[in-house]
């Protein structure tokens, strides 16, 4: 898996993704690994995809609790000047009109200010 996980000195998850598909055997890994970085915390979650393509429909159906566990909200970062990244939004634009989110989320075009709204929600 092409992917970067870290905490930052803001105390927010950092998620980087090279891949074009996420499976649900990717997912499970990534929140694997949260939850070994976090601990018992939760944290607000920074994601950016290099070039998203689509969820397969296993991860589609996996229960958000699981995903989850360790994030108090979620901030996907899109560079639109990307030809990938207007791919990456409408999969997540569709992903997000599906799906009921437990916490709050939302979609950034800027980094910088994704970074701001999240550090509203460090813990």
Known sequence: MKSRL???????????????????????Y????????????????????????GFSPL????PLEKVLANISALAYYIDVNKESGKETRNQLN??????????PVEIFY???EAIEWLKEYVI
């Open 30 to 53: 990534i929140a694997e690994e949260r939850a070994r970085l976090a601990g018992d915390k939760k944290l607000p979650l920074l994601v950016e995809f290099e070039a998203l393509k």
């Open 6 to 28: 870290f905490i930052d000195t803001n105390g927010i998850f950092r998620e980087y993704h090279e891949m074009e598909y996420i499976t649900r055997e990717d997912a499970l």
């Open 94 to 103: 569709l992903f997000f009109s599906i799906t009921p989110w437990p916490i």
């Open 59 to 62: 991860t589609r159906d996996m």
């Open 110 to 112: 800027s980094e910088e």
